[in-house]
Nanobody
């Protein structure tokens, strides 16, 4: 069974750090575009960070550049999102996604070939 399981979310104060993990089972991250997305209450889902497991190239939305770092460990079939200097506006449910696409940096959101995790809550208190 194909599965993505996120972990590492929680409650943190402004300026704190969290490290999210996304563990894949039932498939290998090799050749996948992996991404972290987030959705805050009342807002649309937002693409936060992506990484190509093939090239290692990464993308971060402007609002998290310099604070968040995405990485992947293909041997462990796990992707990570290191989040530093967290702000209240980072509060959201964070989702991991993966699409088989060696040429893509980010997984597409609206396609049947993209796998999604169940999400992990990140809450930043002011």
């Amino acid at each position: 069974e194909v599965q993505l399981v996120e972990s590492g979310g929680g409650l943190v104060q402004t300026g704190g750090s969290l490290r999210l993990s996304c563990a894949a089972s039932g498939f290998s991250f090799d050749g996948y575009a992996i991404g972290w997305f987030r959705q805050a209450p009342g807002k649309e889902r937002e693409r936060v960070s992506c990484i190509s497991s093939t090239s290692g190239k990464a993308y971060h939305v402007d609002s998290v550049k310099g604070r968040f770092t995405i990485s992947s460990d293909n041997a462990k079939n796990t992707a990570y999102l290191q989040m530093n200097s967290l702000q209240p506006e980072d509060t959201a449910i964070y989702y991991c996604a993966a699409e088989p696409a060696t040429w893509r940096l980010c997984p597409r959101e609206d396609t049947r070939t993209t796998y999604w995790g169940q999400g992990t809550q990140v809450t930043v208190s002011s």
